[in-house]
């Protein structure tokens, strides 16, 4: 089989993570423990499986941590064997995914679209997978949606093709919004997209189908980041990039995660809740006990 020809992740992490304070003023929300592991790392793990070899990380102020979870620790590795703590080690074992990791700054916040574009130096004219790090696909991470999306996008020569989940029609408010064509293709994989709008009303939505964390980019779409104006909150969006792409002839692609697969969204305490109790109750050593426990609450 011919090598993918997208092998390169950005990983915007620089957001201020407001809407989780207290808990993000000093730690990104990006490391935020979900059951076992913090979100970054399966985001990382779920991309690696996808045949993802390089990270590139649009980090910010606070966003260290990051950093210095996906370094090598040998001293750490060396301190578990000498106490006798080897059965550890493999929880270390991501450390050594064979990929390579780059960081650069978002030296001001304005925004999504924004810190894509500070990828393009990096990105060097080579199409590219954007990944929101603060955002799980499927239990676990057990996703292999951006392998199919960036299938579709070499074999569709595609400029986009951007993953979506339907939600309830009053939460669209809270998302990037399709507008799709209404012919899907043949095997129903796909469909295009006539527009996409950022947080739309209810009443306005041309439908249900809310962005999911994970794009895969040709390098045109930074032309158009780089004239897209301040939208929604004031920040450069990423969808209004995507939405200038479209009406400049772009071939735009949307795929719906299959069914039983979801985003885990990370960014508000409600869903935050929810991903760490769903992570929590399918953890094979602790989640049948807490199963009992929550059981025991409940009564
Ligand atoms: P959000 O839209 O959740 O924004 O970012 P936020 O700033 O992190 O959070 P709130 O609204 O203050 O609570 C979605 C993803 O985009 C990244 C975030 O790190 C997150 O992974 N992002 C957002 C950036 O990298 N830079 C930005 O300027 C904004």
């Known amino acids: 089989m011919a090598d993918q020809v997208v092998d390169i ?3 915007p992490v620089a957001g201020r993570g407001t809407r989780l304070l207290p808990m993000t003023k000093s730690q990104p929300k990006e490391m935020l423990p979900v059951g076992r592991k913090p979100v970054v790392q399966y985001v990382v793990e779920e991309l690696v499986r996808c045949g993802i ?3 590139l990380f649009i980090t910010g102020p606070g966003k260290t ?7 090598l620790n040998p001293e750490l590795i060396q301190m578990l064997r000498e106490t006798g703590k080897e059965e550890l080690l493999r929880e270390l074992a991501f450390e050594r995914a064979a990929v ?3 960081y650069t700054r978002q030296r001001r916040q304005l925004g999504l679209g924004h810190a894509v574009l500070c990828a393009e130096p990096m990105v060097d004219g ?5 990944a929101l790090g603060d955002s799980i696909i499927g239990l676990q991470a057990q996703s292999d949606i951006v392998a199919r999306m960036i299938a579709v996008f070499e074999t569709e020569k595609a400029d986009a093709v951007i993953a979506f989940e339907t939600v309830p029609r009053e939460d669209v408010i809270y998302y990037g919004i399709a507008e799709p064509e209404k012919n899907w293709d043949t095997n129903g994989h796909f469909f295009a997209l006539k527009g996409i709008i950022e947080k739309p009303s209810p009443e306005t939505a041309p439908s249900c189908l809310a962005v999911a964390a994970r794009y895969v980019f040709s390098p045109v779409i930074f032309t158009h980041l780089k004239h897209t104006k301040p939208g929604k909150g004031e920040e450069i969006q990423l969808t209004d990039a995507i939405q200038r792409l479209i009406e400049s002839g772009g071939k735009v692609l949307g ?4 069914e039983g697969e979801r985003r885990f969204d990370i960014g508000n305490f409600e869903s935050y809740f929810r991903a760490f109790v769903e992570f929590a109750l399918a953890d094979e050593e602790y989640g049948e006990g807490l199963r009992e426990y929550i059981k025991h609450l409940m009564r």
């Open 9 to 11: 992740a950005v990983v």
């Open 53 to 55: 070899k390089r990270f």
């Open 65 to 71: 941590a990051i950093e210095n979870h996906f370094d």
């Open 255 to 258: 795929m719906r995660l299959p």
């Open 100 to 102: 390579d990791y780059f």
């Open 126 to 130: 080579q199409p590219f997978v954007v």
